[in-house]
C-alpha cells in the first residue's frame, strides 16, 4: 500500500520585507498565491526511512535527512511515538532553489502522505504547527489556493483570488534564500525599512481576477537583492515583458522569473520568446490559484 500526495509551487504576487528582527528572520507581509506547478510525494512502507527522486533537477535535491520530506516524516512520526518507516519518493517538476517553494511543497505533501499511510488522523491545526517548525513556507503549501502570510510568512490568512495565467522562466543554477536576504539587508543598511504591510490595491486586484489591475500592483522588497546577485535575471525580465507579458517580477528569492500573461495564448507567445532569447534554461506555464497538498485516489 502507499499513498501519494500532490502538491503546488507558489508565487509571491507581493513580497513585503521588513527590517531583520534580533533573531534574524525578517516581519514579512507575503501574498502568495499556489500555481499549477506540481510535485508528487509517495510514501510506501519500508524498513527505514528512505527519500528517491525524480526529474530534470532530481541530482539537485538532497536525498539524506536534510531533505524536507524526509523532516516532514520524522517530525511526524515523534510526535505519534512511532518509527518513521517510510520511504518517500519525490517526483519532482517545481524548479529546485528557484524561490518557488519546492522544498516546502515536498515537506508539506510528505506530511500529508505519512499521515494518512500511518492512519494517524492528525488534526488538521496541529498539521500546519508541524508546518510551521518545518519552513516558514511550509504552511501555505499545505493550504494552497491564495494566502496573506504575516510573522516570517508562516500565520496565514486566506484571500480571495480570481484566476491568472503565468510563465515562469527557470534559471540555471539556484540562489540561496539567506544569501537573497543577506543581500537585502546589505541593501538597505542605513535605511530606514518600513514595516512590511499587504497592499489592499493588490488584495483587490487579487480578488478580481483582472490580471491589468494585478500587473500594475505585483511588488518583491527581494527584487533589488535578487538582481544584484544576479545581475543577468534583468535580461530575462525585459525579454518576457518585450515579447508581451503584461508585468515580470522575480519569484521569492529567485532566480526564478514569473510573467504575468492575459490568457494561455499570450502564454505561450510570451514562454516562446523567452525560450528564444537564451536568457532562461527553460519555461513552464502555469494558472493559478492552485489547490494545496492533495491526497491523489489510489
Ligand atoms: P523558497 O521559495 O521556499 O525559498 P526555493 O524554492 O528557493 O524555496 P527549494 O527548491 O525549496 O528552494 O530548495 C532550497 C534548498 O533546499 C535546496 O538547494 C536543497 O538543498 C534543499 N532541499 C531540501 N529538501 C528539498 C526538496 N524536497 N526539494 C528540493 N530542495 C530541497
Known amino acids: 500500500m502507499s499513498v501519494t500526495v500532490r502538491v503546488p509551487a ?3 504576487v507581493q513580497l513585503a520585507v521588513g527590517a531583520a528582527r534580533p533573531d534574524g528572520f525578517h516581519a514579512l507581509a507575503n501574498v502568495f498565491l499556489a500555481v499549477s506547478l506540481f510535485d508528487e510525494v509517495t510514501a510506501t512502507p519500508a524498513a527505514t526511512l528512505t527519500v528517491t527522486c525524480e526529474g530534470p533537477d532530481a541530482d539537485r535535491v538532497p536525498l539524506d535527512r536534510t531533505n524536507l520530506a ?9 510526535r505519534a511515538g512511532i ?10 517538476s517545481i524548479p529546485v532553489a528557484g524561490g518557488m517553494a519546492g522544498g516546502s511543497a515536498d515537506g508539506a505533501a510528505a506530511l500529508l502522505a505519512c499521515d494518512a499511510l500511518w ?5 488538521r491545526a496541529e498539521l500546519l504547527d508541524i508546518c510551521a517548525v518545518l519552513g516558514s513556507d511550509v504552511p501555505f503549501s499545505l493550504v494552497g489556493g491564495a494566502a496573506l502570510g504575516t ?6 490568512t486566506p484571500v480571495e483570488a480570481g484566476a491568472f495565467h503565468w510563465v515562469f522562466a527557470v534559471a540555471d543554477g539556484g540562489l540561496s534564500t539567506p544569501a537573497v536576504f543577506h543581500e537585502f539587508d546589505r541593501l538597505t543598511a542605513g535605511t530606514a525599512v518600513p514595516e512590511p504591510e499587504a497592499s489592499p490595491a493588490l488584495l483587490a486586484a487579487l480578488a478580481s481576477g ?3 489591475a494585478l500587473a500594475a500592483t505585483l511588488a518583491n522588497d527581494l527584487q533589488p537583492a535578487a538582481l ?3 545581475p543577468a535575471l534583468a535580461d530575462t525580465l525585459a525579454a518576457g515583458t518585450g515579447a508581451g507579458a503584461l508585468a515580470a517580477l522575480v519569484s521569492g528569492s529567485g532566480p526564478t522569473t514569473a510573467f504575468l500573461v492575459r490568457d494561455e495564448e499570450a502564454a505561450a507567445k510570451v514562454a516562446a520568446a523567452l525560450e528564444a532569447s537564451g536568457t532562461c534554461r527553460a519555461t513552464r506555464v502555469a494558472s493559478g490559484p492552485a489547490p494545496g497538498a492533495t491526497v491523489l485516489p489510489a
Open 119 to 123: 492512519g494517524l488522523n492528525t488534526p
Open 83 to 92: 518509527e518513521p518507516a517510510v520511504h518517500l519518493h519525490i517526483a519532482k
Open 210 to 212: 483582472d490580471p491589468d
Open 228 to 230: 544584484s546577485l544576479r
Open 70 to 78: 524526509a523532516r516532514a516524516a520524522e517530525l511526524l512520526a515523534e
Open 151 to 156: 510573522g516570517r510568512g508562516e500565520l496565514l
Open 10 to 12: 507558489k508565487v509571491n
